[in-house]
């Protein structure tokens, strides 16, 4: 119950009010006085007849003009008024108060941190958006700042501005701040926000709970540091140029070019000319061309597929990788740069080395600092990480409602083999977005093979004898499936994460050869 009472500015009116409450025992759990001689009482609610006796009461007391009962107490009204608005702005916002800590977060802030209210209001903004630094603001210029972040893997822009509020004496005092997130592509004609040309982002981009994903960036992020060839192996669509690029972002040349050469897309003598340059005056130019590798001086040159690279072309990397001197195409005289070489292949180079279809010296120079990611396969709990951030980039540039799916999907999702890895899965996603009727994200948009597909066929289990007999009967069938993809031994050890030794001892012993 909340009463609105109308009266003159009268010294011990107000007391005189509490004195009624008190006497029927009525709760008092909120006042409000307005300058313009209006009270406000926030009381539990009571029944009609002790209700008509108090708003008589009332009016006998001297100087109260009308009392009347409404819906809401000024400050109910203001914040709801503001919570509503909130709660209906498209971008992000949340109320942070000086000590970090969240007061007020709107549904789209919900939405996008994935969490309920409980978990987002009273905890503390480090906590729920790891990238920014609140307390280095706060000890800072306290200025309206925008800055790049990466919330699950997607870019977003992060705008804080200072809230000030006067005090009696007309000085400002800072209150609380505003936080703000949007999406930072530009969409729907919004202009661009203007940032660094220069970010650190990175690794951040990556998503994935599982041991393997971990130890892989964990290792990444060493590496990065340092200034030695990096190779990056790992099956197509798993992410190598991603990580080659996170890696260059975090290392000191981060502020220079990363420049990206497809080692299998370029005929050899055009491959040349685009990685060393060439000479003026040659192929009718009157002026020279910088190649790939003078263009990214002090940078990073990503050599993507090396094992593509010519036998020719192998021979002049080696030169340049051992002092980092080459020579342009027709130009006698040397030129040095400070580069330094990702390279990234999908084959095993050390197998094309032994079998002399790559430099056996180049490999060993490459080979130096090695980074392999693991199949998505090998990771299943990573997809639902993975699905998520699909989905949330999808819909963003959609301009969709995010969909709701159930756990099932997940499980189906995750018994898939993926052979395309997460570019197979975030092409997926999209497909079926766009084939979806409604809110509900089903596995039969993906259009996954069934069953017998996804198991290879290996067929059905034999389930005579004993369990012994049947774990064997098992175990031959993947390993004779498993053989036609990774025809030797050691193909397959590495596949399966075993040693070469027991991979060769159960190929003899079920009698399995590649057909």
């Given at each position: ?24 025992n009525?709760?008092l ?64 916002v ?10 007020t ?10 969490k ?20 280095r ?5 306290k ?17 804080i ?60 992020k ?5 200034d ?68 990214a ?35 006698e ?12 292949t ?15 010296d ?154």
């Amino acid at each position: 119950m909340r009463l609105e009472v109308f009266c003159e500015d009268r010294l011990g009116l107000t007391r005189e009010l509490l004195d009624i409450l008190v006497s029927r025992n009525i709760d008092l759990r909120g006042i409000e006085i307005d300058i313009s001689g209006i009270i406000y009482l926030n009381c539990p609610d009571i029944d009609f007849t002790t209700f008509s006796e108090l708003m008589a009461q009332i009016r006998m007391i001297s100087g109260v003009k009308d009392v009347r009962k409404i819906p809401f107490m000024p400050v109910e009204r203001h914040n709801t008024e503001l919570i509503s608005l909130l709660n209906n702005l498209p971008d992000a916002v949340l109320a942070i108060n000086l000590k970090g800590f969240v007061d007020t977060a709107n549904y789209a802030a919900l939405s996008l941190l994935n969490k309920q209210q409980h978990e987002v209001v009273g905890h503390a903004i480090s906590t729920l958006v790891h990238a920014f630094n609140f307390s280095r603001w706060l000890e800072g210029s306290k200025s309206r700042q925008r800055e790049e972040i990466v919330l699950n893997g997607l870019d977003y822009v992060l705008e804080i501005m200072p809230v000030y509020i006067q005090s009696e004496a007309k000085e400002s005092i800072l209150a609380s701040a505003m936080v703000i997130l949007r999406a930072s592509q530009v969409h729907h004609g919004v202009q661009p926000v203007h940032l660094p040309l220069h970010s650190e982002l990175g690794f951040e981009h990556f998503v994935g709970i599982s041991n393997r994903h971990k130890h892989l960036i964990n290792q990444a992020k060493k590496l990065a540091m340092l200034d030695q060839p990096l190779l990056i192996e790992g099956e197509t669509g798993t992410g190598k140029e991603m990580l080659a690029k996170a890696c260059h972002n975090r290392s000191e040349r981060s502020s220079r070019p990363f420049l990206v050469v497809s080692c299998a897309s370029m005929p050899d003598d055009v491959a040349e000319t685009e990685l060393f340059g060439h000479a003026p005056g040659s192929f009718n130019h009157r002026e020279g061309h910088k190649g790939i590798f003078e263009q990214a001086n002090g940078g990073t040159v990503f050599l993507d597929e090396i094992g593509e690279m010519s036998a020719h072309l192998q021979i002049k990397l080696l030169r340049f990788l051992q002092d980092g001197t080459f020579r342009r195409v027709g130009e006698e005289h040397e030129i040095h740069v400070d580069v330094r070489v990702i390279a990234s292949t999908r084959h095993n180079l050390a197998a094309l080395a032994e079998s002399d279809k790559f430099r056996e010296d180049l490999f060993y120079r490459l080979n130096v600092l090695t980074l392999s990611i693991p199949p998505l396969r090998e990771r299943p709990s990573d997809v639902q990480p993975l699905l998520e951030l699909f989905i949330a980039k999808h819909v963003r540039h959609m301009g969709m409602a995010k969909p709701h799916y159930d756990e099932s999907l997940i499980e189906q999702l995750s018994h898939y083999q993926w052979p395309g890895n997460m570019r197979q899965l975030d092409n997926m996603v999209l497909r079926a977005l766009t084939e979806m009727p409604d809110d509900e994200l089903k596995i039969d948009y993906f259009h996954l093979p069934g069953v017998e597909a996804v198991n290879g066929g290996i067929g059905l289990i034999n389930l005579d004898g004993s369990l012994d007999e049947i774990m064997k009967d098992y175990e031959a069938k993947v390993l004779e499936k498993l053989y036609q993809s990774f025809p030797s031994s050691r193909k397959l050890a590495k596949r399966l994460n075993v040693s070469h030794t027991s991979v060769a001892n159960k190929l003899r012993d079920y009698d399995i050869r590649k057909h």
